[in-house]
């Protein structure tokens, strides 16, 4: 008698190469059929064999490659025309983008709005996802938010950016019937767009590596094997509040002395003379931007560039990744003061590191890590092989 568990494991062992492969294309779109095979290790004939299975499925389609010299043509995979979806939301300081993907991960900007205290927003969003819903409702399987704050479950702690407290996300899909099985996940901004430079980026072949995005204030992540290290309930990442600045500063968290007021825009302006600025992030692109730079303001770019290097220092001797990217507003915190950033950085390292330390790389998704991120997220609870196992048993007739 076969059992729902056995039947179960049969139908996880059936889609798991389905799912390998799947994997692949994320990671590399615009791979060739052969190519995959390679990386799969497997040959043309298996190859041909998985295909026909993922497009009788509705999960990937082929298409011609470009002809590059001699040898047999071979096709480009890509999303199938009818396959699941995913939408991914990217809350951000002053305004949020809702985007629609398929098993490739490349995000489509559906909708977005400026502006907003949190009961609006979430009726922008939900009414969005509502319609995003509507336009494709046998194909959205997940929906992932990327939220400008500390995260635990569907709880946004606090926004900084947008005086925001104890934001409920939970609400997001209630315009989804509950038996559509769609899934609802909410990530912080940070650990998404560390993700996303793991999976897709520049730190794509490191084990581990720390991401640190600067907007206002400082975030990041650590990611393990591919999968940001969480914490507890979730909420791990907050290194903009770990102590590392005077602690005579007080942070809107209620903490003391976070490190989050010596690297961004409002540090900056307190350098200068200036009061703190409603746009931290633009305060820093507008500065940057001047070819005129005065002497206070080289010397704040120092300060903020040497309180950066300084805790990056830190947090590689405390974490020990291969590599540490940076995103947001960094990299032009880094670039304007390269000589403070470099000595600050290497100051910070324990002696046994400072001959080869791990490098600082710009990230490579840039603004749009968040919302890469949220694709990411989503697409890991709808390309596994189990998930993979249940779309393709929906499409049958």
């Not at 999960?59 to 071979?74: I, K």
């Not at 949190?118 to 996802?129: C, M």
């Not at 633009?282 to 206070?296: I, N, P, T």
């Not at 490098?359 to 919302?371: A, E, I, K, S, T």
Request: proline fraction near 6%.
């Amino acid at each position: 008698m076969v059992t729902a568990r056995d039947a179960g494991q049969a139908a996880h062992i059936r889609w798991l190469g389905a799912a390998q492969l799947i994997a692949v294309v994320r990671a590399e779109p615009g791979i060739t059929r052969a190519t995959a095979a390679q990386r799969l290790g497997i040959g043309s004939g298996g190859a041909a064999e998985l295909m026909a299975r993922m497009r009788s499925a509705g999960l990937l389609s082929e298409s011609p490659a470009p002809v590059q010299g001699r040898g047999r043509p071979t096709t480009v995979l890509g999303p199938h025309e009818e396959g699941p979806l995913v939408l991914a939301v990217d809350v951000r300081s002053g305004d949020w983008r809702l985007a629609l993907a398929g098993v490739d991960g490349q995000p489509v900007v559906v909708d977005e709005a400026t502006g907003g205290d949190q009961d609006r927003v979430r009726a922008q969003l939900t009414e969005a996802i509502g319609a995003a819903y509507r336009r494709n409702s046998t194909r959205i399987r997940a929906i992932a938010v990327a939220a400008p704050g500390p995260v635990s479950s569907s709880h946004v702690g606090q926004v900084p950016s947008r005086g925001w407290r104890d934001v409920d996300m939970s609400g997001l899909a209630a315009r989804i019937p509950d038996d559509a099985g769609v899934r609802l996940i909410i990530g912080n901004d940070a650990t998404l767009a560390g993700l996303a430079e793991s999976r897709t980026g520049v730190a794509h072949s490191a084990a581990t590596a720390l991401h640190l995005i600067v907007a206002h204030g400082l975030g990041g992540t650590l990611v393990v094997d591919g999968e940001p290290v969480g914490g507890a309930h979730g909420a791990a990442g907050e290194y903009g509040h770990i102590p590392f600045a005077d602690a005579a500063l007080v942070c809107p968290c209620g903490a003391f002395g976070c490190w989050d007021l010596t690297v961004d825009g409002r540090a900056l302006a307190r350098h200068r003379g200036e009061a703190p600025p409603e746009d931290p992030v633009g305060y820093v692109r507008s500065l940057v931007a001047r070819d005129d730079r005065d002497e206070l303001t080289r010397n704040a770019f120092e300060k903020v560039a040497t309180s950066l290097g300084r805790g990056i220092g830190g947090l590689v001797n405390l974490h020990d990744p291969d590599v540490v990217t940076i995103g947001g507003v960094a990299p032009l915190l880094r670039a304007a003061a390269p000589d403070a950033f470099d000595a600050a950085y290497r100051d910070g390292l324990m002696a046994f590191r400072k001959e080869s330390p791990p490098p600082v790389l710009d990230g490579m998704h840039g603004d749009d890590g968040p919302l890469v991120g949220a694709v990411t997220l989503a697409l890991d609870t709808v390309t596994g092989a189990e998930a993979l196992a249940e779309w393709a048993e929906r499409q049958r007739p």
